[in-house]
Antibody
């Protein structure tokens, strides 16, 4: 069965970077795109970007351009999302989600809480 | 960016009620519309894609309709496990955008 397992919670100081991983299993890793979405406490869902694990190409939401980097490791079926220059407003749960047909979301990771605090 | 507006923002309903949530896109998105259910402290769960297609394993009490700019999610007979927050999302054009959510609470 399809599973997306994310790395554990992180606490970072303002100005630092965080790298969250999402390990995929149960399907052919390079055949499906992967999205990243975040959710601040008590707030809605916000799309951050997408990566094609086959070639590594990415598309980022404009509000994260210059601060976010999505990469993948095909040998371990893992995608990564790195966010730099962290500020308190980046405190959120970060989710990976598989992009199915037409890049629709079908399976989600369990989420990773990133807390930014001095 | 395409704005997605859900209504209502919250509703109270009883077990057995039929519930309808609407979602409006700021421009036409064909049928590239998905619905998600989220319970407190959990990841969202995919319910519907392509406006009206049920994700595998999702019970048929959930249904979706619409095309263009106006969409609806209907729960035919609300059960206790359906109390949650529901989000619509367009995936017609980057950046993919979500509605603000509709919280379905017990009356």
């Amino acid at each position: 069965q399809v599973q997306l397992v994310q790395s554990g919670a992180e606490v970072k100081k303002p100005g630092a970077s965080v790298k969250v991983s999402c390990r995929a299993s149960g399907y052919t890793f390079i055949s499906y795109y992967m999205h990243w979405v975040r959710q601040a406490p008590g707030q809605g869902l916000e799309w951050m970007g997408i990566i094609n694990p086959s070639g590594g190409s990415t598309t980022y939401a404009e509000m994260f351009q210059g601060r976010v980097t999505m990469t993948r490791d095909t040998s371990t079926s893992t995608v990564y999302m790195e966010l730099s220059s962290l500020r308190s407003e980046d405190t959120a749960v970060y989710y990976c989600a598989r992009g199915g047909t037409n890049q629709r979301f079908d399976y989600w990771g369990q989420g990773t809480l990133v807390t930014v605090s001095s | 960016d395409i704005q997605m507006t859900q209504s209502p923002s919250s509703l109270s309903a009883s077990v057995g009620d039929r519930v309808t949530i609407t979602c409006r896109a700021s421009q036409g998105i064909s049928n590239y519309l998905a619905w998600f259910q989220q319970k407190p402290g959990k990841a969202p769960k995919s319910l519907i894609y392509a406006a009206s297609s049920l994700q595998s394993g999702v019970p048929s009490k959930f249904s979706g309709s619409g095309s263009g700019t106006d969409f609806t999610l209907t729960i035919s007979s609300l059960q206790s496990e359906d109390f949650a927050t529901y989000y619509c999302q367009q995936y017609n054009r980057y950046p993919y955008t979500f509605g603000q959510g509709t919280k379905v609470e017990i009356k």
